[in-house]
């Protein structure tokens, strides 16, 4: 379909793939357990350009960059709504694919017995997350106000630069497992007794090509895995809960619980980091006024040195992320 100018065809495929099977299994009247295998796949594609419906789109005299096309003027803080994106060559930014594939497999065991109500279980996940995040293949320019586009003066150039590869394969396992009780101490008191186990390995790149500024004061990056020790070992998360009708006349109920739940890192957390770090990606800014404006439109190159380039900073020993809840509340039936 056409764009918002009308001279060039976009188009956003994404399409999706979901499998659940479950086998319930009642060992006895007291016993009963439920296995569920699960599949997912995903993936999607933004803003992928496919024809020019201008010749200009795909001329190479009028690329930013050598050999490409033109890039990307934009215009901050003014109707950016009516300027950004004008003149935007084919395929400004990539492709912009993301695939992301989840094999999961629980099993949940449900047991009566005398006074206790026991359910345990465990459950694994695989995450395969990859993406190619290209950003700005074409190079932009910015401009803060209408008179400094027409007069050329930007204020920044930004630019995914040749033989940049936003490509990256994260992959992270999740491991899982849970026991509790309710326990019916009294006929109008029941407690809840409950402890979770849940840890993830480390978010990898399936090519190795892992790059973290772990100290911000380092010259250059650390390559390789790991990419970050994971925290999650030691993540065993208890949880507690009570249910007391004081009157004995069921028209009251006193109900609390309290518990840690954990949240881990997942590979989300480093999708606009892990694949835009050099070497393995090699993007650049300049923000020199004066250097910009002669340099515009396609002497930018020479410009865009070391200092310039992009790397992410990854804290190497991040501490355990999780969140304490806790409620009370008390129901009265009035008649």
């Known amino acids: ?15 999706r793939h979901n499998l659940v099977l479950s086998l319930q299994h009642i060992f006895g009247p007291t016993v009963i ?17 496919c024809c020019a419906r201008i010749p200009q789109l795909t001329d190479k005299k009028l690329g930013f960059l050598p050999d490409h096309n033109m890039g990307t003027l934009l215009l901050a803080s003014v109707l950016p709504a009516l300027y950004s994106g004008i003149g935007a060559g084919l395929g400004p930014s990539g492709p912009n694919t993301a695939g992301y594939t989840t094999p999961q497999l629980y099993n949940d065991l449900s047991w009566n017995r005398g006074k206790h109500n026991l359910r345990m279980g465990f459950g694994f996940e ?23 586009l027409l007069t050329v003066k930007p204020v920044l150039f930004t630019s ?40 993830g390995s480390s978010v990898t790149d399936v090519n190795g090509r892992v790059a973290n500024l772990r100290r911000l004061t380092d010259v250059d990056p650390t390559l390789g895995d ?9 993540n065993f ?4 809960g009570f249910s007391w009708d004081p009157f004995k006349d069921g028209k009251m109920a006193i109900r609390g619980g309290a518990g840690i739940f954990d949240m881990l890192i997942l590979p989300y957390n ?7 770090s050099v070497p393995y990606f090699v993007g650049a800014s300049y923000s020199n006024a004066a250097g910009l404006a002669a340099a515009f439109p396609n002497q930018i190159l020479p410009l ?32």
């Open 160 to 199: 995914d630069l040749p033989g940049a590869d936003p490509t990256t394969g994260m992959r992270m396992s999740i491991f899982q497992g849970y026991f509790q009780d309710d326990y019916k101490v009294l006929p109008n008191l029941t407690i809840n007794l409950g402890l979770r186990y849940e840890t």
């Open 270 to 276: 480093f999708q606009g980091r892990l694949t835009r």
């Open 126 to 148: 695989r995450i395969d997350h990859n993406l190619f995040n290209g950003g700005t293949i074409n190079g932009s320019y910015t401009f803060t106000s209408l008179e400094g």
């Open 1 to 15: 379909m056409p764009d918002d100018y009308n001279i060039k065809d976009a188009t956003s495929p994404s399409r």
């Open 226 to 234: 790991p990419y970050y020790n994971h925290p999650s070992r030691k």
């Open 304 to 335: 865009l040195g070391k200092a310039s380039l992009g790397v992410a900073h990854v804290e190497p020993d991040p501490g355990r992320g999780y969140k304490g809840q806790w409620n009370l509340n008390i129901q009265r039936q009035l008649n």
């Open 237 to 240: 998360a208890p949880r507690v």
């Open 33 to 49: 357990n439920n296995t569920r295998l699960g599949f997912s796949r995903t993936l999607s594609t933004s803003s992928r350009d």
